[in-house]
């Protein structure tokens, strides 16, 4: 098994990351409107942890937009590269993350991230982050709103009420099945909010989360458990932790 390393320079402390952070949302693009849903290829990226083990196992998984069905997939298994501090998630995520993407054997797409990208307290979260990195449109769908503010959105599918911090939109509240909690999306890199809307509707024909995130997390979750039973010859342990909302 080959464990992902922290590269050269990465940042090390809070003041070198945000540093970073602040260098690099200024190449955010915002004024693109994304490939066409239901078009192409669209890859959900996602994590798990052992912390104890200090290990982070990340899956890309690429489906067809139009079908849904699995085109290819990938995992790479990486050390913790960051601790963890509020707003600065992606850099515990994002080395080992880029290892599953170049392992993927077509490009990936549009790329759907487990959080957030300009729903972000300092405009850059993780989707935004991979996309500038890597030059890929990407998205960002949430579980939950973060430190940000909605009306809740009518009970319909495809019904949306605006994300706020303040009175700033930074995505939006989306209902994905009728009568069940909203997701919440975000604009990560090359695609407009209403572009990440609609392929977030097109992912979502059954549940509330998009198939991308449903099958990269059961997918990141299996290798982590086959990375810690071969470093712990446990043959199936079950010590994963789900990433905090702080991205």
Same mark, same amino acid.
């Given at each position: 098994m080959m464990i992902v390393g922290v590269p050269a320079g990465w940042p090390a402390t809070e003041e070198e990351a945000r540093a970073?952070?602040?260098?690099?949302?200024?190449?955010?693009?915002?004024d693109e409107s994304g490939p066409a849903p239901g078009t192409g290829r669209v890859t959900g990226v996602d994590v798990a942890y052992d912390d104890g083990l200090d290990l982070v196992a990340a899956a890309a998984v690429v489906l067809d937009a139009a079908t849904l069905d699995v085109v290819a997939e990938a995992?790479?298994?990486?050390?913790?590269?960051?601790?963890?501090? !509020?707003?600065l998630l992606a850099f515990r995520e994002i080395p080992t993350v880029r290892a599953a993407l170049d392992r993927l054997p077509c490009p990936p797409g549009l790329v759907v991230c487990d959080g957030y990208g300009l729903a972000h307290p300092r405009r850059f979260g993780l989707a935004s982050h991979l996309g500038v990195l890597t030059g890929l449109p990407t998205?960002?769908?949430?579980?939950? &709103?973060? @430190?940000?503010?909605? %009306? +809740? !959105?009518? &009970?319909?599918?495809?019904?949306?009420? &605006?994300?706020?911090?303040? @009175?700033?939109?930074?995505?939006c509240a989306l209902r994905t099945r009728e009568g069940v909690k909203p997701v919440f999306v975000s604009v990560g890199h090359r695609v407009s909010l209403a572009g990440a809307v609609a392929h977030t509707l097109a992912?979502?024909? $059954?549940?509330? /989360?998009?198939?991308?995130? $449903? *099958?990269? +997390?059961?997918?990141?979750?299996?290798? /982590? *458990?086959?990375?810690?039973? %071969?470093?712990?010859? %446990? !043959?199936? !342990? %079950?010590?994963?932790t789900r990433r905090t909302p702080a991205s």
């Open positions: 970073v952070q602040d260098e690099l949302r200024g190449r955010v693009v915002l995992t790479a298994v990486g050390r913790v590269s960051f601790p963890y501090v !509020p707003g998205i960002g769908v949430a579980k939950n &709103p973060f @430190t940000f503010t909605y %009306d +809740d !959105p009518e &009970p319909a599918r495809g019904d949306r009420a &605006p994300l706020l911090a303040g @009175t700033e939109v930074v995505g992912l979502t024909p $059954r549940f509330r /989360l998009p198939e991308t995130t $449903r *099958r990269a +997390d059961a997918l990141c979750r299996q290798a /982590l *458990r086959r990375a810690a039973a %071969d470093l712990t010859g %446990d !043959p199936a !342990p %079950d010590r994963t």
